[in-house]
Structure formats: C-alpha cells, structure tokens
C-alpha cells in the first residue's frame, strides 16, 4: 500500500512539473485570459475528528469509563491542474497524523480487581484525487468544493492492562486500506498574483474521519 502511495505522488507530480503553466486555480492564467491551463501547489495543517471514535465511545457508554476521543494534527500537501475556468483536477498527499488516547475501563466483578488502564493509538495516510468547482465571490474570493476519492492505509494498536484476576497485558495490532468517497468544501483568499490562502473542510468516507486545515497557495508563471 505504501509503495503504492508513493508511485501515486511521484507520477502526479511528475505529471505536473511537465505540464506546468503558471496561474492558480481560482485566478487568471499566463496561458490563456480564462486561467484554464494554470497550476498551482500548496501545504496545510489541521486537525481530524474521527467519527469512528466517538461511535463507539457514544455506545459503549458508561462501559469505557473516561476515554475521550482525541483530535490529532495533521497536515496535507497538494497540486492541481485548472482544466477550465471554474474546475480544476486536484491531488493530495494527506497525513492524519497519530491519534493516542489512555483511560480505564471501570472493574467488572469476578473479572478483574481493578480497573483496566487502556491505550490507543492509530495512524492513517492516503492519496487523494479529487474534482474541484469553484465561483467567484469578489475578485479576491472564491467558494470552492471537491469530490473525488482516497486511496487510504490505518494502522492501530489497542492495549489493556490489568485483564483478569492475573493482571495481564493484552495487545492488539491491526492495519487496513482501502480506496473510498471523499468530499469537501472551502474558500481561498488571493493575495496576489503568486500567493494565496485557503481554509477547508473534508471528509473521507473510508476512515470515517473529516479533516479541518488551513494553509497556502502558491504559483509561478
């Protein structure tokens, strides 16, 4: 999978530094007075809420004791092809980063004497491609949104101390993938002809994880 990721990311960009035109996705392009043919890059960060988490803290209820549902940071570089004026092909390399949380399991009699300490943790990375429409508000502001799909991969570690009445330590590891939606919605501010800034919202369908970031565009002709 990881291999995989990274074939994605080395031919997109590829793809891109061959292709380059200058123009950003939202503004006027070198190569034509629409912007179609523009290029542009850029980097953000953020932080994720995993809705998977909270499901299951939201059922177990009063059974998992006091673990809460972390926000980790994350962060995302991306480039992107404008194919006409109000729509561009969009690719991203995306780091959720690692989601650690600790609590206790409260004691279930004749099973254990004491509270189970609990550990988890989880890591997830992924290619994204998506379609992206955009409208102009002002000639500095744009509204845009995106869909398209992730090629993801999560690895997770679950760990229990104190199990049973010999207190043992029980860990679990797990690691999936899978290519699934993603959809998102934004607005980019123009600074100049070169830089830009954007702020966003995504969810991705497979991880069941939306992504809030914030970053920067750039361009050259």
């Known amino acids: 999978m990881k291999k995989s990721i990274l074939l994605m990311v080395a031919m997109t960009t590829f793809s891109a530094s061959s292709a380059f035109a200058g123009g950003s996705l939202f503004g006027e392009s070198s190569s034509s007075d629409d912007g179609a043919g523009a290029m542009y890059g850029g980097a953000s960060i953020g932080q994720v809420s995993d809705g998977t988490c909270n499901s299951v803290v939201d059922q177990g209820g ?18 992107g092809y404008k194919v006409a004026p109000n729509l561009a092909v969009e690719g991203a390399y995306v780091d959720l980063g690692e989601s ?19 550990n ?15 409208v102009a508000a002002t000639d500095q502001i744009n509204f845009f949104g995106k869909a398209g799909m992730m090629m993801w991969d999560k690895e997770a ?14 860990t679990q ?4 993938d899978g290519v699934d939606l993603s959809l998102g919605a934004g607005a980019e501010y123009k600074i100049n002809d070169n830089w830009g800034v954007r702020g966003e919202v ?7 994880a939306n992504l809030y970031s914030a970053g920067a565009t750039f361009t050259t002709f």
């Not at 004691?107 to 004497?113: A, D, R, Y």
């Not at 988890?120 to 955009?134: D, H, I, K, P």
């Not at 570690?157 to 029980?170: C, F, L, R």
């Not at 590891?173 to 999936?176: E, G, S, V, Y």
């Open 62 to 79: 009063a059974l998992l004791g006091d673990i809460n549902c972390p926000t980790p940071s994350a962060w995302k570089v991306f480039g």
């Open 100 to 118: 650690a949380s600790d609590g206790t399991i409260p004691v279930i009699p004749g099973l254990n004497t004491v509270a189970n300490a609990t």
């Open 120 to 134: 988890l943790t989880s890591t997830a990375t992924g290619v994204n491609v998506s379609g992206v429409a955009s």
């Open 157 to 170: 570690s679950v760990t229990v101390k104190n199990v049973g009445p010999s207190a043992a330590t029980v």
């Open 173 to 176: 590891k797990t690691a999936t």
């Open 202 to 208: 995504e969810h991705f369908d497979g991880l069941n």
